[in-house]
């Protein structure tokens, strides 16, 4: 058994495009030394089977600044990382099936544009003759233009590829059962013996977070769930933007995509199971039928379209739906970004970005306050009292 303690500036703890983006962005722009340790493979669950998206609209408003940090790495995330990623520029639309839903829409619209984000409405005829696709139920959309889809199966292990070219030490097959703290920072003990310490720590273990955060003292209401994801045989190629219906009922929040090759990816509506434990998680046939009704019922076209492939993974969902990113509340070179409650894809870079920033310089010029795991600990106060 290796007794070997290695040393090094920063433990990133997860191998998700959190944990990932923020190794890499900690040696390419602040040139520290980084381990990140990953109990299977980097990019292998809610970061690679997720659905794609690269997208601001529809996003809690305090997201923004993060979002927008991260659209501007996904325009140059070729250029960064010398690979492809798929990221396409195609646009965002978000449509509706009646008129309550379609005020959301325009009051997201007015809400966002302080933010730095312009959208485009359209009314059923404009979409109607914009795209042509859509049921005749379909009442209004919006349009992000400049928001658009990327591959979740190549963007994890790129991150991870080009940290590692840079600099950066990435230990797969590396389960880490505990970490100590005392005042020369953090020793994680992996399953097979290994030490690994550095005076700062990144906690990015996605649905498995909570876990390390009760380390600390730093208990997070988190629930694992898994996304219900299918694709279809390949259509002729005609439609660029990711589509989704915006709803407030579950099962109608449908979403989908066409790739290049020409299937359609899809996904939303209804979680399946998950569990942490025994990491599985499951697709529904019940949810996968749904899907195709809801599908349908969207896009009549694709009345006669085949499924060839489902799948799913585990994502964490916070208490309040809001994620866990900034420095801990209680221990000195402790941070934390976990919690994306299925939206995360869209802005790990942005996350990763001011991670690094944060852990590098102490600062961050993207506002995080408000997602803090300090705010759980005043809820458990308040529900005490």
């Not at 340790?37 to 997201?63: D, H, I, K, P």
């Not at 915006?246 to 979403?255: N, R």
């Not at 869209?346 to 961050?364: D, F, K, N, Y």
């Amino acid at each position: 058994m290796n007794r070997t303690t290695h040393d090094t500036d920063v433990l990133v703890l997860g191998g998700g495009l959190m944990g990932t983006t923020a190794a890499f962005f900690l040696r390419h722009h602040h040139g520290l030394t980084v381990t990140l340790l990953e109990r299977e493979l980097v990019g292998r669950q809610a970061s690679g089977t997720n659905f794609g998206n690269v997208r601001r609209q529809g996003r809690a408003l305090a997201q923004m600044p993060l979002a927008n940090r991260a659209r501007a790495v996904w325009g140059q995330v070729k250029t960064l990382l010398g690979e492809d990623l798929e990221f396409v520029p195609y646009g965002h639309l978000r449509v509706c099936y009646t008129e309550k839903q379609a005020a959301v829409l325009e009051q997201h619209v007015r809400d966002v544009k302080p933010l730095g984000l312009d959208l485009e409405l359209f009314s059923a005829e404009q979409l109607r003759r914009r795209w042509g696709i859509f049921a005749p139920e379909v009442v209004s959309g919006s349009l992000s233009p400049n928001d658009g889809h990327a591959n979740p199966r190549l963007a994890g292990p790129a991150f991870a590829r080009a940290a590692r070219r840079a600099g950066a030490n990435i230990v797969e097959h590396a389960e880490v059962m505990h970490v100590e703290h005392d005042g020369a920072g953090f020793v994680a003990h992996t399953a097979d013996g290994r030490r690994f310490r550095a005076p700062q720590l990144l906690v990015a273990c996605g649905a498995w977070s909570n876990r390390m955060a009760e380390q600390f003292g730093e208990a997070v209401p988190m629930d694992a769930r898994g996304p219900q994801m299918g694709v279809t045989e390949p259509l002729p190629y005609a439609l660029g933007p990711s589509i989704g219906v915006s709803s407030p009922v579950e099962h109608e929040g449908l979403y989908f995509r066409q790739i290049a090759r020409g299937n359609i990816v899809f996904g939303g509506g209804l979680k399946g199971p998950a569990h942490t434990d025994s990491v599985r998680a499951y697709v529904k046939p019940d949810n996968v039928l749904r899907q195709l009704r809801e599908l349908r019922r969207f896009v009549p076209a694709f009345e006669h379209v085949q499924l060839i492939r489902v799948w799913s993974g585990i994502e964490g969902y916070t208490g309040d739906w809001q994620p866990v990113i900034g420095p801990s509340a209680r221990v000195a070179g402790l941070h934390y970004a976990f919690g994306f409650n299925g939206e995360g894809f869209a802005i790990s870079p942005g996350v990763g970005e001011t991670m690094a920033e944060l852990i590098a310089t102490g600062r961050t010029s993207t506002p995080i306050e408000c997602f803090s795991i300090g705010r759980f600990a005043s809820e458990l106060t308040r529900q005490a009292a």
